[in-house]
């Protein structure tokens, strides 16, 4: 459940990544406040270097799903089928959004794929694919929703990068050289499209027990230790000593989204984990 207060929020937010794990807490937050909200997530990516291992990820039939159950309980959420590395496939959501609701007033871009290799052994199209999804999917969702924002006024983007775009992490090269160019971006776009009425931040999540996670996990297992042992070694690097939960991230995002002089900030959600 939510800690921000119950608020009204008539605003039309997309959350892309929407369908599963944190993305799905943005997608339910916005929902309790009163926003439409359209979860769009990707059935299908393009390489399977990520971490479900597969190119067929089920996150729009996830994100359909959110849908269905949030409705049934009267709030305004839709799916849709969106890869943030495909150009095409980004206007056509864009485009689809303009002509349902006429406006758009949130961008969420809570999407990423994490892939674990050393950079002697790892390939170019390795290299690309980790970049493109994370790095390159934002900003080709923020470059077709400027236009929408703009014409309603502005409004807010939150795009999210993560710990490991505050500091480096063995055989995650490309993940990490991936979510410190999207604070970098942040930061840039903020500057570009601030008189524009546009905010545009970055939410930095630390550790969070969603599936990403778990098959980073693989990377940290000793041998002889089991999964939930290795998770409790990870909980005592955390100075806070707790995992952060896809809610503590939804708030943060919702906040982000809300605040009128908050822009090209990226804020870590990590227990003091890593510093900037």
Known sequence: MSTHPAQPDDRVVLVAGGGRGIGAAVVETFARRGATVVAADAQQLASDVNHYRSRRTGGYAAARELARTLGERGFAVTAADVDAGDEDSVRALLTRIDEEHGRLDVVVNAFGVAH????????????????????????????????????????????????????????????????????????????????????????????????????????????????????????????????????????????????????????????AMAQP
Not at 195 to 202: F, W
Not at 230 to 252: K, V, Y
């Open 116 to 271: 674990i290799s050393r950079v002697e052994e790892m390939t170019l199209a390795q290299f690309e694919a980790v970049v493109s999804g994370n790095l390159s999917g934002v900003f080709l969702m923020c470059k077709h929703a400027i236009g929408l924002l703009r014409r309603g006024g502005g409004g807010a983007i939150v795009n999210f990068s993560s710990i490991s775009g505050r500091t480096g992490f063995a055989k995650e090269a490309h993940y990490c050289a991936a979510k410190f160019g999207v604070i970098g971006f942040t930061a840039s776009l903020a500057k570009e499209v601030a008189r524009s009425g546009i905010r545009v931040n970055a939410v930095c999540p630390g550790i969070v027990r969603t599936q990403m996670w778990e098959y980073l996990l693989s990377e940290f297992v000793r041998p002889g230790e089991t999964r939930e042992q290795c998770w409790e070694r990870m909980r005592a690097l955390i100075p806070q000593g707790e995992f952060q939960s896809p809610q503590d991230i939804a708030d943060t995002v919702v906040h982000l989204a809300s605040a009128p002089r908050l822009t090209g900030q990226a804020i870590s959600v990590d227990g």
